[in-house]
C-alpha cells in the first residue's frame, strides 16, 4: 500500500472512531437523559398527589375525605397524563379511575387488563420500580391511600418506549451526518496528502533520473515545511556528489595524464636503448630521473588524500620565533638564493610545527624554481588582531613573473600551473619545467588542516608573496612581559638570511607591498 493511502486509511479509521466514541456517547446521554425523565415525571405525580391528599378537604361537608374512591376522583380529576404516563386509582381488585388512555406507548396494550402486572406492583414492598411490558420498559412509582376505614393505591407509570425511538431517530440522523463528513475526510486527506507526498514523489522521480554519469537533476522545491526542507537537503546532497563526482573525474584526468606522459618517455626510451655505455647511461638517468618524477607525484597525491583524515594535523605548542629560526636555516639548502628573514612574530602558537614547516619549504622551492641565481627571497611572520580574533601570517616573497588575478583564483588546486610553468626552460632555475601542480595544493590541505587560509598577492612581472593565515588566539594566561609580538629584523637595506650581526635592525614589514589578486579560501588573502 503506498504512503498516500496508508495515510488517509489512519486518517480515516481515527476519524471513524471518534465518531462512533461520540454516537456511542450522545445515545447513551440521551437514554439516560429519556430515563431521568420517566423518573422525574413520576417522584412528581406522586409529590402532587402527597400534597393533595394532606390538604384536600370534601366540598360539600368542608372536612377531610372519608372515601379513598373520592379522594382519588377528585384528584385524577384535575390532572392531565402526558404521552406516555399513566395514572390509575385502584381501591380493592379494581381499577377504579384512569387518569389517562392506559395505554402507553403500545394501543394493543392497556396496564387497566394488566392486572397480574398492577397485583405485582401492589404487592411490591419497593416505592418504585421498573417493569418491562408489550409496550416497552415502564417505570413507576405507588403511593397507598387511606380515608376512613378505606383504603387504595395511586399508581403512576411512565413509558419509555417513545423516548428511545427518538433517540433513535436522533441517533440516526447524527450518524449520516458523520458518515458525510467521514467520506468529505477521506476526500480532504487524499487530496492533502498527495499535497504533501509530492516532493516525496519529485526525490524518487529525480532518483531514477540520476545515473552514473549525470548527477544535475534536482527535485523542485515548494514551500517552508519539512517535506520542502527534505527536497533542499536532497538537492543539497546532489550538489555534493556532483562536486565530489566532478573533483574526481577532473582528478583522475589530470592524474592519467600526469602520469602518463614520464610513463610514455620512459618507454619510448627505453624502446631505442642501445648497447653504447655513454647513450644507455645517458636513457638510464633520465628514466631515473621520470621514475623519480612519477614518485613524486604519487607521494603527493597520497599526502593529498591523507589531507582528508582527521589527524592529518596535530597541533602542539610551537614557539613562532623558533619556527622561523628553524625555516631559516633549512631555506639555505633549497637554492643559491637571497634569503631575507625581515620579521618574526614571537610567541607560542597551537599548529602541527612539520605541516607548516612542510607547507612553508614547499613555498620557498616554488620561489626558487621561478627565480634566477642570486636574487632575492624574503620570509616573514606576523601576527595581526587581538585575543581570540588574532591570526598568525607566515609569507614567501620572490621576485619571479608573478601570477594574474585569474590565476591566482584556481593556483592553490590540484594539477593547476601558472603562466610561469610554461616559461622556457632556461627560465627555471632547475633549467626543466614546473612540477605535476601538487605543491600548493598541498600548501592548501595544511592550511584549511589548521583552520586558516592559504593567499596569494601578486603583480604580474613584480614577483608574488605567497602565505598562510592561521588562526592563533591570544593565551590570556601569558605573563605580564612576554605578550607576543612581532619584531622586524633588517635594516632598511634588506639582510641576507644568515647574517647574525645584523639581526635586531629595524625594517619595515613588506607583505603590503603587492596588490591582493586572488585567495583560495574564505578566511581570504591578509
Known amino acids: ?44 405525580e406522586i409529590q402532587e398527589f402527597t400534597t393533595f391528599a394532606s390538604e384536600a ?16 376522583e377528585r384528584y385524577l380529576s384535575r390532572q392531565n397524563a402526558s404521552a406516555g404516563e399513566v395514572i390509575l386509582g385502584v381501591t380493592g381488585d379494581e381499577v377504579l ?40 420498559t415502564m417505570r413507576w412509582g405507588k403511593v397507598e391511600v387511606e380515608a376512613g376505614t378505606q383504603d387504595g393505591t395511586l399508581i403512576v407509570a411512565a413509558f419509555t418506549r417513545g423516548g428511545y425511538e427518538q433517540v433513535q431517530e436522533t441517533v440516526t440522523v447524527i450518524f449520516f451526518v458523520a458518515l458525510g ?26 532518483a531514477a533520473e540520476i545515473t552514473e554519469s549525470d548527477l544535475t537533476a534536482r527535485v523542485p522545491v515548494q514551500g517552508r515545511d519539512d517535506v520542502a526542507a527534505l527536497a533542499s537537503t536532497f ?13 574526481q573525474r577532473n582528478f583522475i584526468d589530470d592524474a592519467s595524464h600526469e602520469l602518463r606522459t614520464p610513463i610514455t618517455v620512459i618507454r619510448g626510451h627505453l624502446e631505442l636503448i642501445d648497447d653504447e655505455p655513454a647513450s644507455r647511461a645517458a ?4 628514466v631515473d630521473g621520470e621514475l623519480s618524477r612519477m614518485a613524486r607525484i604519487v607521494s603527493d597525491l597520497l599526502l593529498l588524500v591523507k589531507a582528508e583524515r582527521p589527524d592529518f594535523v596535530q597541533p602542539t605548542p610551537v614557539d613562532v620565533a623558533g619556527l622561523m629560526l628553524d625555516l631559516e636555516s633549512k631555506m639555505q639548502a633549497l637554492g643559491d638564493r637571497r634569503w631575507l628573514l625581515m620579521e618574526v612574530a614571537e610567541g607560542v602558537v597551537s599548529l602541527d610545527g612539520q605541516r607548516i614547516t612542510q607547507a612553508v619549504l614547499q613555498l620557498g622551492a616554488n620561489a626558487v624554481q621561478y627565480t634566477p641565481e642570486g636574487s632575492d627571497i624574503k620570509i616573514g611572520s606576523a601576527f595581526e588582531g587581538m585575543g581570540a580574533d588574532r591570526q598568525l601570517r607566515i609569507w614567501v616573497q620572490d621576485a619571479g613573473p608573478g601570477v594574474t588575478k585569474e590565476e591566482a583564483a584556481v593556483i592553490f588546486e590540484r594539477f593547476e ?13 632547475t633549467g626543466q619545467r614546473g612540477g605535476a601542480g601538487l605543491g600548493l595544493a598541498i600548501v592548501r590541505a595544511i592550511a584549511d588542516g589548521h583552520d586558516g587560509s592559504a593567499w596569494v598577492r601578486s603583480e604580474p612581472g613584480h614577483g608574488a608573496i605567497f602565505g598562510l593565515l592561521l588562526p592563533a588566539p591570544e593565551n590570556t594566561t601569558t605573563r605580564p612581559g612576554m605578550e607576543p609580538a612581532s619584531r622586524p629584523l633588517t635594516p632598511p637595506t634588506a639582510r641576507p638570511a644568515g647574517d647574525s650581526a645584523k639581526r635586531h635592525h629595524g625594517s619595515t614589514p613588506i607583505t603590503a607591498s603587492l596588490p591582493v589578486t586572488g585567495s583560495t579560501t574564505p578566511q581570504g588573502a591578509p
Open 181 to 206: 463528513g467521514l467520506l468529505f475526510t477521506a476526500g480532504i486527506a487524499w487530496l492533502v496528502a498527495g499535497q504533501i507526498l509530492r516532493p516525496i514523489r519529485d526525490v524518487r522521480r529525480v
Open 97 to 136: 379511575y384512569l387518569g389517562s388512555s392506559g395505554r402507553g406507548n403500545d394501543e394493543d396494550y392497556r396496564l387497566t387488563a394488566d392486572t397480574a402486572l398492577l397485583q405485582e406492583i401492589r404487592e411490591d414492598p419497593a416505592a418504585s420500580g421498573v417493569r418491562e411490558t408489550a409496550a416497552g
Open 1 to 44: 500500500m503506498s504512503a498516500r493511502w496508508r495515510i488517509v486509511g489512519w486518517i480515516v479509521l481515527t476519524t471513524a472512531l471518534a465518531l462512533t466514541a461520540l454516537l456511542v456517547t450522545v445515545r447513551s446521554l440521551l437514554i439516560a437523559g429519556v430515563d431521568r425523565d420517566a423518573n422525574d415525571d413520576v417522584v412528581q
Open 283 to 286: 636513457t638510464l638517468s633520465l
Open 417 to 429: 600551473h601558472g603562466s610561469a610553468n610554461a616559461l622556457p626552460a632556461d627560465r627555471h632555475s
Open 235 to 247: 538537492n543539497d546532497m546532489l550538489d555534493r556528489l556532483e562536486h565530489a563526482y566532478v573533483t
Open 57 to 72: 378537604v370534601d366540598p360539600l361537608t368542608a372536612q377531610p375525605y372519608t372515601s379513598v374512591s373520592e379522594l382519588l
